[in-house]
């Protein structure tokens, strides 16, 4: 059959749909639908997954981390006890080969101000090579945090802005009036100072987002808002209430932590051994431990013999690999601080209960014993466009390529012990929560397409089965099956090509204001305790996904026409005579 | 000659004598701890416990059974209506909870073993701690006092190996009569006190003198203390093994 031939058929399939108009209508209403469902749902829960990959990277992890191996196949558990040493020579051959990295110590505690405790998870930072690293930083300014980040030397800490409010340092965003009049007792010292203050909030607006507690307040004490403005005068304002605030106890804040440390253990009791140790050895490792040791019969324990440093460094990693609580050791710390700043990022984890504060105060026994030591170097490519995901150039074997030749230029190597892994190592249970997110709406829009194919397939079967004297005339006047089946498949692909064009329009039209100004979910995301699952912070914008808007047009064409060939096969299987008597 | 070896020997005794004394007023700071160590060893002990929280302004009272062989085996069972059938086995140095609510039993590990047990002021890792002072810190005497109207001694310790200890320093209140542990102060490693031991009651056991009732302050928690009191002590009395076991843990 040549083109021209489907040409001429074309104009007796469109003369078709417009002789049956109003199923023409339905079914292209159907198939509308369903495309602009399709095209909307995919976008949204496509933005909100790129938008979600784009802030683990840019404010959480970084494209890769230089850790132990050990420190990762432990991550769950946190193990600041897995550091290494050096980190600033690993810097400086990343730099080299055009990688920019920050060293962190992480460590969990518990962090008191005068209002209560909050668990926060620490991370000990150069200020300087983090803000470098990792974009969180600027966003401890106007206007979206307060204060300042934190400076080296001091004990200084910038708090993500859900344990700040927590924990009732800085600037309120949201407090009752009663709390404000007690902040306002107790930072001011003149009448002019508490209208100041007043000045900066305004009642909250009634409540309408269905996802938000209802609140009902007492009189005289109903809930208000830090007013929404962005000039330069308001800034200073903020300034200067911050200096109040700051110039009271109010941001003294303690550290509350664990210094865990791993050490051979030099004796260790027989039950012990025998319960704890032995049975979670790796086969392998059981010849080591058991020759270091040495039963003693009076104490009913086993000492330590092993003098090797080295190993005793293959021992204490056999035991930290089997989970043996007995090779970590744990020391309470109390450090104090103050709180400089408060971090609101588009990126829920530097918001939540998180902590930055310097790496230097953390060193020796006013600290967390670090001695030079970090858990993590976190990796960037020097300029790497922050909108985009991480590509080739910040793959682990590219990145540990880097680091090798870098630190073969300073006649050094990488340490057996340490690697490099990417940021999707990190946020696997990420990943596949955003996999089963993205995927349970996408199977009902499937669904939805798959009901709409059925509509057309109906409706060609009632059309063939309406026109079956029709079929046999034109049959009987020469038309071949195949033109007879072309002409129901270009009549059903028409149907697809109109219904997935307006559906096309219909789902940018929808998904326009959602990429343009996104779903504010953050009242939802807060009842929530800080999060629905996805990283982003409260807005969740859509995307344009261009070759998937072009493909539902295309399939929809294409799988309609091909959905229409059984029903006309069928028709053109009654012998001719047949047809012409059906009624 | 005779006369004077005699009067030499006399003399060597009242000396003797005089300087025996003199120890027991001055003793070392080594000699007291062993004396707490030493007081706080018994082979077994069953006892009923009461916990009393007092924290923001609320009162928790949690009672219980404890049974517990040397320093390396307890069993607890809570008996008070909220928290009725939740069991903690402790075997060396694994803690295990049973919970009645969820109907099985976890392991307490890791960062959940310095949480607050139960709500007290004590975390679970303090709980644990059963090594003797002796083997693990350096006393040195910092002067004597008066605490509660009985004279004391102020005995600092601190850790022999840097970095071993979860508190490296403590400060012991102890009575110059009776050598018993008044009052215990736990430091941070920067030297920040994080809590307060007070012994409210001691009773005597035989030749012990066992502490009964105790106070416990987490100075990090705001208008909060702990007091446990134990009753009906009995002291070095055989118990079974399977008051020990998973299975009574479970049951």
């Known amino acids: ?123 000990g930072v150069d200020p300087v090579f983090e803000a470098q690293t990792m974009r969180y930083v600027p966003y401890v300014d106007f206007p979206y945090g ?99 605030i700051a110039a009271t106890s109010r941001n003294d804040v303690r550290i509350r932590a664990v210094i865990d440390i791993k050490a051979v253990p030099e004796t260790i009791r027989r039950t012990r051994w025998e319960n704890d140790l032995l049975p979670l050895l790796r086969s392998e490792d059981i010849a080591l431990v058991k020759a270091a040791y040495e039963y003693e019969e009076i104490l009913d324990a086993y000492f330590l013999i092993e003098t090797d440093e080295l190993q005793k460094k293959l021992i204490l990693d056999a035991m930290i690999r089997a989970g043996f609580s007995g090779a970590i050791r744990h020391v309470n710390q109390l450090l104090d601080a ?29 600290g967390m014993m670090l001695e030079g030591a970090v858990t993590e170097l976190v990796i960037r490519k020097k300029n790497a466009p922050h909108h985009r995901l991480p590509g080739q150039s910040e793959s682990a074997e590219a990145i540990t390529a880097a680091l090798k030749r870098g630190l073969a230029a300073q006649g050094l ?35 939805l397409f798959l009901l709409s194919f059925l509509g057309i397939s109906n409706t060609i079967l009632m059309a063939i089965l309406e026109r079956t004297r029709e079929i046999g005339m034109m049959r009987a006047l020469g038309m071949t099956d195949k033109q007879i089946i072309m002409t129901y498949m270009l009549e059903a692909g028409f149907l697809g090509f109109i219904g997935s064009v307006l559906g096309i329009i219909l789902g940018c039209i929808i998904n326009y204001p959602m990429v343009v100004h996104g779903w504010d979910l953050s009242n939802m995301a807060n009842t929530l305790s800080g999060g629905i699952g996805f990283r982003t912070t409260g807005i969740f914008r859509s995307m344009w996904n261009i070759p998937l808007i072009i493909g539902t047009g295309v399939a929809a064409t294409l799988l309609s026409a091909c959905i229409a060939y059984l029903p006309a096969r069928r028709a053109v299987k009654m012998p001719i005579a047949d047809s012409l008597r059906f009624e | 000659m005779q006369k004077l070896f005699l009067v030499i020997v006399m003399m060597l005794c009242v000396a003797a004598m005089g300087f025996s004394q003199s120890l027991a007023q001055n003793p070392t700071a080594a000699e007291l701890l062993q004396r707490i160590d030493d007081n706080e060893i018994f082979s077994t002990i069953e006892y009923e416990g009461e916990m009393i929280i007092e924290h ?57 073993l310095r949480e607050s047990m139960m709500g007290s002021d004590m975390s679970y890792e303090d709980a644990l701690d059963n090594e003797s002072l002796s083997s693990r810190y350096t006393p040195v005497i910092f002067g004597s006092d008066v605490l509660n109207g009985r004279d004391v001694w102020i ?62 302050r987490d100075l990090l928690r705001r208008n909060s203390r702990t007091v446990f009191i134990m009753r009906n002590v009995v002291l070095d009395r055989p118990i079974p093994d399977s008051i020990f076991t998973d299975r009574n843990l479970r049951r």
């Open chain 2, 56 to 112: 923001g302004g609320r009162r928790f009272v949690k009672t219980m059974r404890v049974w517990a062989r040397g320093n390396t085996h307890s069993f607890i069972e809570f008996t008070n209506p909220e928290d009725r059938g939740t069991r903690y086995l402790r075997r060396d140095n694994r803690l295990f909870v049973y919970s009645p609510d969820i109907e099985d039993v976890m392991l307490i590990s890791g960062h959940m």
């Open chain 1, 338 to 366: 103050v709180v400089v700043g408060v971090i609101n990022s588009p990126a829920p984890l530097p918001n939540g209960n998180t902590a930055f504060i310097p790496l230097d105060v953390l060193q020796g026994s006013a």
């Open chain 1, 1 to 123: 059959m040549t083109l021209r031939n489907i040409w001429e058929l074309k104009k007796i399939a469109l003369r078709n749909l417009s002789r049956h108009r109003v199923k023409t209508v339905l079914t292209c209403m159907a198939i509308m639908v369903s495309a602009a469902v399709y095209i909307f749902l995919n976008s949204w829960l496509g933005g909100m997954a790129i938008q979600s990959r784009r802030n683990i990277v840019n404010y959480e992890i970084g494209a890769a981390k230089l850790q132990t191996r050990l420190y990762f196949e432990r991550k769950d558990e946190m193990p600041s006890y897995e550091t290494f040493l050096g980190w600033e020579q690993f810097r400086e051959a990343l730099y080299r080969e055009g990688y920019y990295s920050a060293p962190r110590y992480v460590f969990s505690g518990t962090l008191f101000s005068r209002f209560g405790s909050v668990p926060v998870l620490f991370h």
């Open chain 1, 413 to 447: 190597s990488l340490p057996s012990e340490l690697e490099v892994r990417v940021w999707q190592d990190y946020v696997q249970d990420y990943l596949s929560y955003e996999a089963v997110q993205t995927g349970a709406p996408q199977v009902i829009a499937y669904l």
């Open chain 2, 155 to 216: 005995l600092e310790l601190t850790e022999t190996r840097r970095g071993t200890q979860s508190y490296p320093r403590r400060k012991l209140w102890i009575d110059k009569e009776t050598g018993d542990l008044l009052r215990a102060e736990l430091f941070a490693l920067s030297g920040a006190k994080l809590k307060v031991y007070n012994v409210l009651r001691i009773e005597v056991h035989g030749d012990r003198r066992f502490p009964v009732e105790v106070e416990v």
């Open chain 1, 146 to 244: 307060f204060g300042r980040y934190v400076q080296s030397g001091k004990p200084e800490i910038a708090l993500g802005i859900l344990a700040a409010e927590r924990l009732r340092v800085g600037i309120p965003t949201r407090p009752l009036r009663q709390e404000l009049e007690e902040l306002i007792a107790e930072v001011t010292r003149s009448s002019d100072e508490a209208d100041f203050i007043r000045s900066l909030y305004e009642n909250a607006p009634p409540v309408r987002d269905p996802f938000s507690p209802r609140e009902v307040f007492v009189t005289g004490n109903e809930r208000l808002i830090l007013r929404k403005d962005t000039s330069s005068a308001f800034k200073a304002d903020l300034e200067r209430f911050w200096n109040m």
